[in-house]
């Protein structure tokens, strides 16, 4: 059983930077891959980007290449994303997730642990 922290949002404007964090307990942090999603308000959730349990390898959607970062410290069994460049269409919660498949990252039911969220608002 992992349990997921996600802390470090906030309200920004247009332009400005965020780092979140998701802290893991409970499990064996280093053997997840671990995702990020967000939902808008009256919107799906969706999915933002992965980081590999093992390789370390990063994927985006479209809309976080080049701005957003995916990182992590087996260490401090925590994940970061990092994002630049934020738009007011990036407003939206932010859940990291965990899971031990070897599949369909970008797939929310992939995913077994989810932590509470954290709400990111960005102002024009």
């Known amino acids: 059983q992992v349990q997921l922290v996600e802390s470090g949002g906030g309200l920004v404007q247009a332009g400005d930077s965020l780092r979140l964090s998701c802290a893991a307990s409970?499990?064996?942090?280093?053997?997840?891959?671990i995702g990020w999603f967000r939902q808008a308000p009256g919107k799906e959730r969706e999915f933002v980007g992965y980081i590999r349990r093992s390789s370390g390898y990063t994927y985006y959607t479209d809309s976080a290449k080049g701005r957003f970062t995916i990182s992590r410290d087996n260490s401090k069994n925590t994940v970061y994303l990092q994002m630049n460049s934020l738009k007011p269409e990036d407003t939206a919660v932010y859940y990291c997730a965990a899971t031990y498949s070897s599949s369909d990252y970008d797939v929310s039911g992939t995913y077994t642990y989810w932590g509470q969220g954290t709400q990111v608002t960005v102002s024009p």
């Open positions: 409970g499990g064996t942090f280093s053997r997840y891959t």
